[in-house]
């Protein structure tokens, strides 16, 4: 069956760090690797995805990078702000398939 | 340009009940999909509804189900609430896709927060 993980769970970072949440999936079939932020009160909304044919992806501070053959893929948020705080989610092998969640705090 | 709007967006029932709730979809969208978010969790994947029909189900009871209007507009009814059943509930409008597994951006609505007692 689907399996996705995420990793931290739970992340603090300092206000201007980078922080990194990586995703980890079963089911080799994905083409398509999106990244979700979920705020308080909202639903998710599509931060960032990448085609499987492609490594890596950026879009001014967010970054995603994929690794086809390990089954994972990573989240990279740069120069970090209080309003990236929320609660991130990857989905794989299908757009349907939700991980746990990542919830990131940036500190001021 | 319309967002994806979902109503009521709290509503609390008791065990046994039966529940409705509403989604209307982005402007130009035709495909909706419902999602179950329990406290802490990811979304998890209900059933998607296209051009009227179901489109591809997860793995939730016959008690969930759906339906779809010709203006794209969506229902999803729970009979038989149980406690489990208690969680935000999730609609996503999108263009459609060949297949399940085609890549269109999802647009959620805000939820609607179901709690069973």
């Known amino acids: 069956g689907e399996n996705v993980e995420q990793h931290p769970s739970t992340l603090s970072v300092q206000e201007g760090d980078s922080a990194v949440i990586k995703c980890t999936y079963s089911d080799s079939a994905s083409n398509y690797f999106p990244w979700y932020k979920q705020e308080l009160g909202k639903g998710p909304q599509l931060i960032i995805d990448i085609r499987s044919n492609v490594g890596e992806k950026k879009d001014q501070r967010i970054a995603v990078t994929l690794n086809k053959t390990a089954k994972h893929f990573s989240l990279h948020i740069t120069e970090t702000q209080p309003e990236d705080s929320a609660v991130y989610f990857c989905?794989?092998?299908?757009?349907?398939?939700f991980g746990p969640g990542t919830r990131l705090s940036v500190l001021p | 340009e319309t967002g994806v709007t979902q109503s009521p967006t709290h509503l609390i029932k008791t065990r046994g009940q039966q529940v409705t709730l509403r989604c209307s979809s982005q402007s130009g969208h035709n495909t909706v999909s419902w999602y179950q978010q329990a406290l802490g969790q990811g979304p998890q994947f209900i059933f998607q509804?296209?051009?009227?029909?179901?489109?591809g189900r997860g793995n939730f009871p016959p008690r969930f189900s759906g339906l779809q209007f010709p203006n794209y507009s969506s229902e999803l009814n729970v009979n038989a609430l149980e406690l489990d059943d208690s969680a935000l509930y999730l609609c996503?409008?999108?263009?459609?896709?060949?297949?399940?597994?085609?890549?269109?951006?999802?647009?959620f609505g805000p939820g609607t927060r179901l709690t069973v007692l």
């Open positions: 509804y296209y051009r009227e029909e179901e489109n």
């Open positions: 989905a794989a092998p299908s757009q349907f398939v």
């Open positions: 996503a409008s999108s263009l459609p896709g060949l297949a399940m597994n085609t890549y269109n951006e999802q647009f």
